[in-house]
């Protein structure tokens, strides 16, 4: 008889979840609009043109997606550190933002992709460092700058216990500050410090030739939203079939002309 009980018990929720999921959805398609959750300043992923206009990687997909689902695309800007919490108090629908799959996101929000791997990486004008291989090379009495909020602090905290660190609210302030020599070393995720080399290519700075680690970046949903997350899955997995999400690697990572169009 408890056994019976537990069952009906699990089922109930299991049911009450799938309500759940179907409203949240219904209520996106019904408002006409998807709320996307970015940083705005995390270039090549999403940055401003001269236009004062989004553009990047994942502005990109998010036009996609929303193309897909017949709705309006809205972008709501905010710090890395708030769209998760935003993203749970449901004033956004999804996060696309540079966001590496991780446990302890994971635990807390459901993701879909990955769309791109990438990986940590530093940037610096001291040639010598750019030799690093592992963390421990770089773990001196050095200035370092990252985003706040992100898993490159945490590999910060994990793996440079010597370093002083100081956040940062995005990353065009961490690259500045290793311009003008007011940090040692930006750490951040591969394709952002190559975006630098190229946006200020005259400014003597180097990075390594290769990743620190491989990272994962996805979407971020709502857990509860087993229909959204089933869609998004099967739309990413599509682009990746077609060689869609090839081509905006290309366009973003390889291509810079895309930089004449930036402030």
């Known amino acids: 008889m408890k056994t019976?009980?537990?069952l009906l018990i699990a089922i109930v929720v299991l049911l009450s979840s799938d309500l759940v999921a179907q409203k949240r959805l219904t209520k996106i398609i019904e408002s006409g609009t998807l709320r996307v959750g970015l940083t705005g300043n995390q270039p090549p992923f999403s940055m401003k043109d001269k236009n004062?206009?989004?553009i990047g990687f994942d502005v990109d997909l998010a036009n996609l997606?929303?193309?897909s689902m017949e709705l309006e695309l809205k972008f709501v800007e905010m710090s890395f550190a708030e769209l998760l919490p935003n993203l749970k108090e449901g004033k956004i629908d999804l996060v696309i933002s540079g966001m590496t799959i991780t446990p302890r996101r994971n635990v807390e929000v459901a993701f879909v992709g990955p769309y791109m791997i990438s990986g940590k990486s530093i940037l610096t004008n001291e040639k010598t460092l750019a030799n690093a291989?592992?963390?421990q090379d770089i773990?001196?009495?050095?200035?370092v700058v990252t985003l706040d909020g992100s898993t490159s602090e945490k590999f910060v905290e994990n793996y440079m216990q010597h370093v002083k660190v100081e956040l940062v609210q995005n990353y065009e302030n961490a690259i500045q500050k290793i311009i003008k020599d007011?940090?040692?070393v930006m750490v951040a995720?591969?394709?952002t410090c190559a975006y630098a080399m190229l946006r200020y290519p005259d400014k003597g700075m180097v990075m390594l030739d290769r990743p620190l680690t491989i990272e994962p970046i996805g979407i971020a949903l709502p857990y509860d939203d087993a229909l959204f997350v089933n869609m998004m899955d099967n739309f990413i997995e599509s682009l990746e079939a077609t060689g869609v999400l090839v081509l905006m690697e290309e366009k973003w990572f390889e291509n810079p002309y895309w930089l004449l169009e930036l402030k």
């Open 133 to 135: 291989t592992n963390p």
């Open 52 to 54: 004062d206009q989004l």
């Open 4 to 6: 019976i009980k537990i």
């Open 189 to 191: 995720d591969y394709p």
């Open 139 to 143: 773990d001196a009495d050095l200035r």
């Open 182 to 184: 007011e940090s040692d």
């Open 65 to 67: 997606i929303a193309t």
